[in-house]
């Protein structure tokens, strides 16, 4: 089975190197040749829409576009440009970019090879504002460890020396143009992804027995399934989105597109991942934003409040920690646009221990010092009432059937239970070297202090650097190195090592 995982891994990376490569080639010859009438078909559109834009930073500009933006009265000026970072605008969640956010606003190869096309699917498509695209991320480690998982804590590449699929993913959505204030507006998006990264997804009740049951090394999930609404009569814009969405704060992001480097920091990993409910996003200036929502819970859904009775003498809801939860988030972000603060209490509710109720507030500062140089920092505090110790177990509770369960506590001498917290301290330094490439630098802080969150009680620290360098804007290679240390417990090679080195490399193709 580990021979098999890597050979489709191979193959995926082999895949997008080889068309890369091909690509590559024929626009050399194609640029030394005469110019012939391009056929008129998807898959001739397809190519090119890559080859008119290979070696360029951007695709070509449409001079008949509408504006992408408002003025800068309504809204900082576009703070970065993508590539070579993962955004343009300072990532915020649980809500489309106000003021800076248009139908069709995606330019990707597919849509650009469907979109002309007199008849379905291609000009309804067009019609109704609707986006379909993606992108395959590949990737492999090398590393110290050598064990089966022997790289967890570190994650998203949780086992050593593998090639792999990390994510394969497909959006079809509907962007509500933002930057008009004359009417409302709605969008949608729907998400799948398959690979070895939707571990990083699952939430309890949506397709999670694989994980929690089974423990496949790949599998699918449906991270984002929500509606918006935008309203512009209230302040600068009200926008509202119902359904499962990514959890409103970090540096870092589930998709591979969204973040800097290919590894993730451990703050990210053991963090909130996604919510269903309903989030309310206000600009009230220039400068200010608020949130506000209520959810069902971390990596839970609604009909986990089902009661269950299970052989183990269990009985209660399926999901201790399903029951109403709620967001409150405040964004700060100067004229210039050079500085950015958001503070979250993400989430909160009773606190109880649930698969993963985390009650979490923290924040993150991104600030820009010129053209070249930016960071981005975050810290927050996050725990869990009632989880059950080491020493107690499984025994009589929700989780005793499952393969993976959320983590016990080393709670102290004779108690059964207790609260179980985590807090960390992580930075992001980028050096811009030019339009098409990017130094990351990572340095991070992370305490387990109970061993809830990671499954050993210890301290760690996390120190990487890596490249991104961008082939054009749908094609990406980030080369790294990280170094993870855990100071109070070897943590690492299935709790046999203190620290871990991984050089690792994936591969991005948008389509």
Same mark, same amino acid.
């Given at each position: ?14 895949? @997008? ?6 690509l ?20 001739s ?20 576009a ?13 703070p970065?440009?993508? #590539?070579?970072? #993962?955004?343009t ?26 979109l002309p ?25 090398l ?18 020396n593998?090639?792999?699929l990390?994510?394969?993913?497909v ?22 992804? *398959? ?8 939430? @309890? ?14 599998? *699918?999930?449906m ?5 918006e ?11 509202l989105r ?6 409103? #704060? ?10 800097y ?8 990993? *053991? ?10 996003? @206000?600009?009230?200036?220039?400068n200010?934003?608020v ?11 609604p009909?986990? +409040?089902?009661?269950?009775s ?8 399926r ?16 004229d ?20 993963n ?6 924040g ?9 140089w ?14 059950s110790?080491?020493a ?6 929700a989780?005793? *059937? ?5 983590p016990?506590?080393?709670?102290? +001498? ?8 985590a ?35 210890t ?5 990487a650097i ?6 054009s ?9 990280a ?24 591969v991005?193709?948008?389509?």
């Amino acid at each position: 089975m580990r021979l098999s995982r890597m050979c489709r891994g191979l193959a995926a990376v082999a895949l @997008l190197a080889s068309a890369g490569l091909v690509l590559a080639a024929d626009l050399d010859s194609t640029l030394q040749a005469p110019v012939a009438p391009i056929p008129d078909n998807v898959f001739s559109r397809l190519y090119h829409a890559y080859a008119d834009e290979w070696g360029k930073p951007t695709p070509v500009a449409d001079p008949n576009a509408p504006p992408s933006r408002r003025g800068t009265d309504q809204i900082a000026p576009q703070p970065e440009d993508s #590539p070579p970072y #993962p955004f343009t605008e300072w990532p915020y969640g649980g809500s489309t970019t106000i003021a800076a956010a248009l139908p069709n606003s995606v330019d990707a190869p597919l849509q650009s090879a469907l979109l002309p096309t007199t008849s379905a699917p291609g000009k309804w498509l067009e019609d109704q504002h609707i986006q379909i695209y993606g992108w395959v991320a590949a990737g492999g480690n090398l590393s110290t460890a050598h064990q089966y998982g022997g790289n967890n804590p570190a994650a998203y590449a949780y086992s050593p020396n593998l090639l792999e699929l990390d994510q394969a993913v497909v959006y079809v959505e509907r962007v509500p143009d933002t930057v008009q204030q004359s009417h409302w507006d709605w969008g949608f998006r729907v998400s799948g992804i *398959y690979g070895e990264n939707y571990r990083y997804t699952t939430a @309890l009740g949506v397709f999670s027995n694989q994980f929690v049951m089974h423990n496949h090394f790949e599998g *699918y999930d449906m991270p984002m399934v929500y509606g918006e609404l935008y309203l512009p009569q209230f302040a600068e814009a009200l926008v509202l989105r119902m359904g499962r969405y990514i959890s409103l #704060p970090d540096i870092e992001a589930q998709l591979a597109p969204n973040n800097y480097m290919y590894s993730h920091s451990i703050t990210y990993v *053991y963090d909130n991942y996604t919510n269903t409910g309903l989030m309310a996003t @206000l600009k009230i200036t220039k400068n200010w934003m608020v949130q506000a929502g209520i959810s069902a819970g971390t990596e839970t859904v609604p009909w986990n +409040a089902k009661i269950v009775s299970l052989p183990n003498g269990y009985v209660g809801q399926r999901d201790p920690g399903t029951q109403p939860t709620y967001t409150v988030c405040g964004q700060w972000q100067s004229d210039s646009g050079w500085d950015n603060v958001y503070l979250c209490a993400n989430d909160f509710n009773k606190g109880n221990w649930g698969y993963n109720n985390l009650q979490w507030f923290g924040g993150t500062w991104f600030h820009k010092f010129n053209d070249q140089w930016h960071f981005g920092i975050e810290s927050y505090y996050e725990y869990q009432k009632g989880v059950s110790s080491v020493a107690a177990g499984y025994g009589g509770t929700a989780f005793q *059937y499952m393969v993976n369960p959320p983590p016990l506590a080393n709670c102290p +001498a004779g108690e059964t239970e207790c609260t179980a917290m985590a807090y960390s301290a992580l930075g992001y330094l980028n050096y811009k070297v030019g339009p098409m490439d990017n130094i990351t630098g990572r340095l991070e802080f992370y305490n387990d202090e109970r061993g809830q969150r990671t499954g050993y009680a210890t301290r760690y620290f996390n120190q990487a650097i890596g490249y991104q360098h961008w082939l054009s804007p749908s094609v990406e290679l980030r080369p790294e190195m990280a170094w993870y240390h855990s100071l109070d417990a070897a943590a690492f090679e299935n709790g046999n090592k203190h620290e871990v080195a991984i050089a690792s490399m994936d591969v991005t193709w948008h389509f």
